[in-house]
């Protein structure tokens, strides 16, 4: 999911294009670069960001976006921390920067650069609807979407309006196919193909390389579909399969436990999701007391994070993910917001701020944990939908001291 501001879509009408996709696919793996882009505006932006994830939950996802929270009303203008890659669409093609998100599953572009039709492309009469508020449309396209080197006909959405995005063109949904259900129109039980579907049958499966930032502007993540890269990890991919509990388990959801060092309890063995498109780790409320106890850290109203001092940071014991038969420890340095990008976030120079944050609910719902791309920063992770499972992986940069 992306939590991300506001976003409004003006319905259309479009022409459908039947049949399926060509795939013209040479070698597999393919992968593409990804770009880490930090633009956090001002105070608050984070804990809007978690806050709108509280509303979410009970809101069907649709194009990836999910509710701007209007409890706390999110300006049209917040941007947070993302990563993003882009994609070549139509003939002769168009580059689009989209958000890689694997917390949903409809890939769309038009919210800055406008879209085009070129004659590879073909319009459709379906519409996705963002079933938000009174709900907002995207329409279907049909057209050439180049990854790599390899070109497919996909179905992509294309929105009519948005505010909210900053030089963003919009979402490549990332997430199992069946997220979709529920979000097309005027069919409404159709499920509508990811490009992970499209592109590859035979495996369906998504790496992902991050790196820990604390620059504003980097490219330094990976994205190969079809399949790791073992350039990119250290030792073996361990698997966990997706989890039963709903409604995690129509995400890339999985069961975990969390304790700080080896054995203090933080999070119960729960379901929970896995989300380039959320920033941080966020945690059922009852757990994030538990870990806040643990380690002394207070709520710090300016950046709607939890704060250490720099004596309290360097006692700070490392997370750890139980996670199938794996353990993947999370340090300190993981859990800190990069230092040098304080001020960014209203911060003080001084002061530690934790990645660690509150999803709002206890645990028990079925969605008491969301692992957002900071600990992807930390760990190779490998999404396959064919095999319903979730990898992880070490990295050159698990134990890294950036932060
Ligand atoms: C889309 O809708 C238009 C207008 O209703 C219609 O003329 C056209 O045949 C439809 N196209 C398809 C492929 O259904
Ligand atoms: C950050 O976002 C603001 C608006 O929210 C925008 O004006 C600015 O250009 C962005 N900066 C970067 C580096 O993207
Ligand atoms: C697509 O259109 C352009 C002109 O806009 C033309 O030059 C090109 O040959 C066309 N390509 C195909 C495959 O029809
Ligand atoms: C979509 O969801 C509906 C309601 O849950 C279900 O009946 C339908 O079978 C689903 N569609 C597909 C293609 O799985
Ligand atoms: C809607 O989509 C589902 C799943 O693809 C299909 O089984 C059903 O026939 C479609 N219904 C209509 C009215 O086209
Ligand atoms: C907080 O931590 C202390 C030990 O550090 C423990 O005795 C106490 O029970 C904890 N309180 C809660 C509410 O977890």
């Given at each position: 999911m992306v939590l991300f501001g506001l976003f409004i879509f003006a319905p259309v009408v479009y022409v459908i294009a039947a049949g399926h996709p060509v795939i013209k696919i040479?070698?597999?793996?393919?992968?593409?670069?990804?770009?880490?882009?930090?633009?956090?505006?001002?105070?608050?932006?984070?804990?809007?960001?978690?806050?709108?994830?509280?509303?979410?939950?009970?809101?069907?996802?649709?194009?990836?976006?999910?509710?701007?929270?209007?409890?706390?009303?999110?300006?049209?203008?917040?941007?947070?921390?993302?990563?993003?890659?882009?994609?070549?669409?139509?003939?002769?093609?168009?580059?689009?920067?989209?958000i890689v998100d694997t917390g949903s599953s409809n890939t769309w572009i038009g919210a800055s650069k406008q879209y085009t039709p070129t004659n590879s492309s073909k319009s459709t009469n379906e519409t996705v609807a963002v079933s938000y508020g009174s709900g907002f449309f995207v329409s279907i396209i049909y057209d050439t979407v180049t990854l790599g080197r390899a070109c497919?006909?996909?179905?992509?959405?294309?929105?009519?309006?948005?505010?909210?995005?900053?030089?963003?063109?919009?979402?490549?949904?990332?997430?199992?196919?069946?997220?979709?259900?529920?979000?097309?129109?005027?069919?409404?039980t159709k499920i509508i193909p990811t490009i992970t579907d499209v592109c590859y049958i035979q495996s369906r499966e998504v790496g992902i390389s991050f790196e820990p930032t604390n620059s504003l502007s980097i490219t330094n993540g990976e994205m190969s579909f079809g399949g790791a890269d073992e350039r990119k990890y250290t030792g073996r991919?361990?698997?966990?399969?997706?989890?039963?509990?709903?409604?995690?388990?129509?995400?890339?959801?999985?069961?975990?436990?969390?304790?700080?060092?080896?054995?203090?309890?933080?999070?119960?063995?729960?379901?929970?999701?896995?989300?380039t498109g959320t920033t941080l780790v966020l945690l059922a409320s009852d757990a994030l007391k538990t870990y806040q106890n643990a380690t002394g850290a207070v709520f710090d109203d300016e950046t709607g994070l939890l704060r250490l001092t720099t004596e309290q940071f360097d006692n700070l014991k490392s997370l750890f993910f139980h996670i199938g038969n794996a353990v993947f420890e999370f340090t300190a340095n993981a859990q800190?917001?990069?230092?040098?990008?304080?001020?960014?976030?209203?911060?003080?120079?001084?002061?530690?701020?934790?990645?660690i944050n509150d999803l709002g609910?206890?645990?028990?719902?079925?969605?008491?944990?969301?692992?957002?791309?900071?600990?992807?920063?930390?760990?190779?992770?490998?999404?396959?939908?064919?095999?319903?499972?979730?990898?992880?992986?070490?990295?050159?940069?698990?134990y890294a001291e950036t932060n």
């Open positions: 040479r070698d597999s793996p393919i992968s593409l670069q990804i770009a880490a882009r930090l633009n956090v505006t001002g105070a608050a932006n984070l804990v809007q960001v978690t806050k709108a994830l509280q509303s979410s939950k009970t809101v069907k996802v649709a194009a990836g976006i999910f509710a701007s929270d209007r409890r706390i009303g999110v300006p049209a203008t917040n941007a947070a921390v993302l990563y993003t890659a882009n994609v070549e669409v139509g003939s002769p093609s168009t580059s689009y920067t989209l497919i006909r996909q179905s992509i959405g294309v929105a009519d309006f948005s505010i909210g995005f900053n030089g963003l063109d919009g979402i490549l949904g990332l997430g199992p196919d069946d997220l979709t259900n529920g979000t097309l129109s005027p069919n409404n991919i361990t698997y966990a399969p997706l989890t039963s509990t709903s409604p995690a388990n129509e995400y890339f959801g999985i069961d975990q436990r969390i304790t700080y060092g080896r054995s203090s309890l933080i999070l119960t063995h729960t379901a929970g999701i896995v989300d800190a917001w990069p230092r040098s990008l304080n001020g960014m976030i209203n911060g003080s120079p001084d002061a530690v701020y934790l990645i609910t206890e645990t028990g719902q079925g969605l008491d944990f969301v692992n957002g791309y900071v600990f992807l920063e930390r760990f190779y992770s490998v999404f396959d939908s064919r095999k319903q499972r979730v990898g992880f992986a070490t990295t050159p940069y698990t």
